[in-house]
Every structure is written in structure tokens, then in C-alpha cells.
T-cell receptor
Framework: GAGVSQSPSNKVTEKGKDVELRCDPI?????LYWYRQSLGQGLEFLIY????????KSGLPSDRFSAERTGGSVSTLTIQRTQQEDSAVYLCASSFMPGIGTGELFFGEGSRLTVL | GDSVTQMEGPVTLSEEAFLTINCTYTATGYPSLFWYVQYPGEGLQLLLK?????DKGSNKGFEATYRKETTSFHLEKGSVQVSDSAVYFCALTHNAGNMLTFGGGTRLMVKP
């Protein structure tokens, strides 16, 4: 499809397990973002990739969280040793020509993570 | 740091009612302001934006005016429809890589 694709759409895991969430951005978009949407909370910025530059990891809540972006396209968000407070919807977004700063991000439908 | 505050929901209205969702922000300088909408089962999408003071963004009958003096960007629509039921997010950016700071979201429910 033409939009941002995320998988899995739903993931239930046990506390202490590792999980990987995948994001396939819109082709040609150079910037990719991960946000977290917790119940009753706004969108919390996690990490930002722009081209080949070093990612902005300033929003990652702990060292259990990491992300990579291979070949400037697909990104994987990894959460190690999951905790119940990690339960949330993880949203991926991409944008085109971020240097212009249009502010228009294109979001995927999210991956809902439930940690039991 | 930057922050965005929205009125808490849910907001429940009857069809054809007037809608206002309040949004205020705290930021240095002159950020760009946005409203995003998340329809059930879909990803967030840009609804409208304004990039400088006194600008009015509009789309699909929704409007919001960038008020620097009150640091506000309230969303309005004159006559809501059932299809407007969604979660609305106010956001801002200083255009640094398009990174957006979002408010908490306001759920709108429109009854027939």
C-alpha cells in the first residue's frame, strides 16, 4: 500500500520478554518517527531518524528501548525485558523533506502492545 | 520545554451542533500549530495547520486561528456530523525535523 505500514497490529507478551515492532514508511520519505500513545495520555515522542544522520534518541524512556532503521527505510523498535508500564500503542510516522518543516507527518495505524 | 494542553474529553454533541475544542500551548518563539485527527481504526492524519500568528487553518469545515497573544489554537466547526466522531490532537513544532509535540487528545462523539 501507499501508507505507513506497521506490524504486528496487536502483540500480547509476558513481562520480561523482548518484543520487536516493525515500521515500513512511505517510499521516499527521509524522516521516520516513533511515538508512544498510552491510555489516557498524549503522544510521547520516542525517537527520530533523518536520512543517514545519527538518530535523535532523546525520547526513549529507558535503555530497554532501542530502534534501528536499515537502508534508510524499514525501522524496528525493540523493547527488551518488557514491563507492564510498556503497554501502549506504538505509532510510527514518516515525512518528506523535513528540512522544510511542513509539520505533516503520515502515521501508521500503530502496534498495540499489551504486557501481562 | 514545549507543551500543549487540550480540553479533556469526551466531548459529546448532537449532530449539527457547534464544536469548540480548546488548545493552548507553551513554547518559545513562534512555533507552527496543527490539528491532527484519528478516526476509529485509522492512523492520525493532518486536519489543518497555521504557521504564523493570526493565520487561520481550515479544512473539512473545521477552522482554527493561531492566537499568539493567548497562545491558543482552538478548533471549531459550525455544524458537526456523526462522521466527525474521532480523537483530535493539537500539536506544535519549531520545524526542527518536523518533530511534533502533541496534546493529550480530545475524543469527540457525535450522536445522530
Amino acid at each position: 500500500g501507499a501508507g505507513v505500514s506497521q506490524s504486528p497490529s496487536n502483540k500480547v507478551t509476558e513481562k520480561g520478554k523482548d518484543v520487536e515492532l516493525r515500521c515500513d514508511p512511505i517510499s521516499g520519505h527521509t524522516a521516520l518517527y516513533w511515538y508512544r500513545q498510552s491510555l489516557g495520555q498524549g503522544l510521547e515522542f520516542l525517537i527520530y531518524f533523518q536520512g543517514n544522520s545519527a538518530p535523535d534518541k532523546s525520547g526513549l524512556p529507558s535503555d530497554r528501548f532501542s530502534a534501528e532503521r536499515t537502508g534508510g527505510s524499514v525501522s524496528t523498535l525493540t523493547i527488551q525485558r518488557t514491563q507492564q508500564e510498556d503497554s501502549a500503542v506504538y505509532l510510527c510516522a514518516s515525512s518528506f523533506m523535513p528540512g522544510i518543516g511542513t509539520g505533516e507527518l503520515f502515521f501508521g495505524e500503530g502496534s498495540r502492545l499489551t504486557v501481562l | 520545554g514545549d507543551s500543549v494542553t487540550q480540553m479533556e474529553g469526551p466531548v459529546t454533541l448532537s449532530e449539527e451542533a457547534f464544536l469548540t475544542i480548546n488548545c493552548t500551548y507553551t513554547a518559545t518563539g513562534y512555533p507552527s500549530l496543527f490539528w491532527y485527527v484519528q478516526y476509529p481504526g485509522e492512523g492520525l492524519q493532518l486536519l489543518l495547520k497555521a504557521t504564523k500568528a493570526d493565520d487561520k487553518g481550515s479544512n473539512k469545515g473545521f477552522e482554527a486561528t493561531y492566537r499568539k497573544e493567548t497562545t491558543s489554537f482552538h478548533l471549531e466547526k459550525g455544524s458537526v456530523q456523526v462522521s466527525d466522531s474521532a480523537v483530535y490532537f493539537c500539536a506544535l513544532t519549531h520545524n526542527a525535523g518536523n518533530m511534533l509535540t502533541f496534546g493529550g487528545g480530545t475524543r469527540l462523539m457525535v450522536k445522530p
